[in-house]
């Protein structure tokens, strides 16, 4: 068998398009334009690239981007007042917190403070209350499972009455995918590092979602014939063949689960693109709930 192979790049690119339009219809029909915040705290590496990546994206879908940097001393009342001043500000929809944070920062309570209607990265614990409850619907959805749910649409993934198996329990993954996925009518089963038998949970999923944080962990013989892999992470694998001494994979082992699996993810270009490509999505639809309040 050789996996159907889930395109994020091109499905992040069509998402992307759908937003741009929308937002240059907006600003026709009303002269508004939708504006994402970002706050950054310190200068870690990684999180300064994810952020100026937004930016760009931004920038490509028409979106007003308001960049704020704080140093990694900040402190827990300069870093909520910045976000309370984003609240009121009225050219900003969106506002999204790089985390991590420093250690000496209470994450929960900065996300607390951030305006329901503003928290497109969807963390906000009312909108995650919202999410675990049947019968609710949050505002905004964390990006990266929403971003899993429309690749398992677009592939034509079948989630109803289907075994869904999650590996990993990260409040930003693994939880709130497996909560989407039982809105989906799945059976959703969390697997994480103290499960036993892991091999065998996954061998009974027609849907696997690895988001553990483990380089190829998960392998071909572990994959039931047919099941949609979706691979969440993305680790640094040496390789004396590349330029740069390593190559990026997912916590997936590629090769020998496409040999066995209905569709997969590659990583780069499954996941990782439609994660902004679904934060432009939820500025834009906070720039709608604003203007309907005006």
Excluded: W
Excluded at 8 to 14: L, Q
Excluded at 51 to 62: D, I, L, S
Excluded at 237 to 249: I, M, T
Aim: contains cysteine; aromatic residues 2%.
């Amino acid at each position: 068998m050789s996996a159907q192979i889930i395109d994020g790049k091109a499905i992040a690119a069509k998402v992307r398009e759908e937003v741009r339009q929308a937002v240059a219809k907006m600003k026709a029909d009303t002269g508004y334009v939708p504006g994402l915040a970002t706050v950054l705290v310190g200068d870690d590496t990684a999180s300064s690239t994810y952020v100026r990546m937004k930016q760009k994206a931004c920038a490509e879908a028409g979106i007003h981007s308001f960049g704020h940097t704080l140093p990694g001393s900040a402190t827990q009342a300069e870093i909520e007042g910045l976000v309370a001043q984003l609240n009121d500000d009225p050219t900003v929809n969106g506002i999204l917190v790089q985390l991590p944070l420093p250690d000496h920062i209470d994450e929960e309570a900065v996300l607390n403070t951030i305006d329901l209607e503003k928290d497109v990265d969807g963390f906000h614990p009312v909108n995650i209350g919202r999410l675990a409850m049947k019968g609710r619907d949050p505002l905004f959805v964390p990006c990266t499972p929403a971003g899993c749910m429309r690749l398992l649409k677009e592939a034509g993934v079948e989630t109803s009455g289907a075994e869904a198996v999650i590996v990993g329990r990260s409040n930003i993954v693994g939880l709130p995918m497996a909560m989407l996925l039982q809105k989906a009518n799945a059976t959703v089963t969390i697997c994480h590092s103290r499960t036993k038998d892991l091999a065998g949970h996954v061998r009974r999923a027609d849907i696997v979602v690895a988001a553990i944080g483990r380089t190829e962990m998960i392998t071909g013989d572990m994959i039931k014939p047919g099941a949609a892999v979706i691979d969440v992470g993305i680790n640094r694998k040496e390789d004396a063949s590349k330029k740069r001494g390593y190559r990026l994979v997912g916590d997936v082992a590629y090769e020998s689960a496409a040999a066995v699996a209905g569709a997969i993810t590659p990583v780069p270009g499954g996941v990782g693109p439609m994660t902004i490509a679904l934060l432009m999505e939820n500025t834009y639809r906070a720039a709608e709930i604003a203007l309907s309040k005006k």
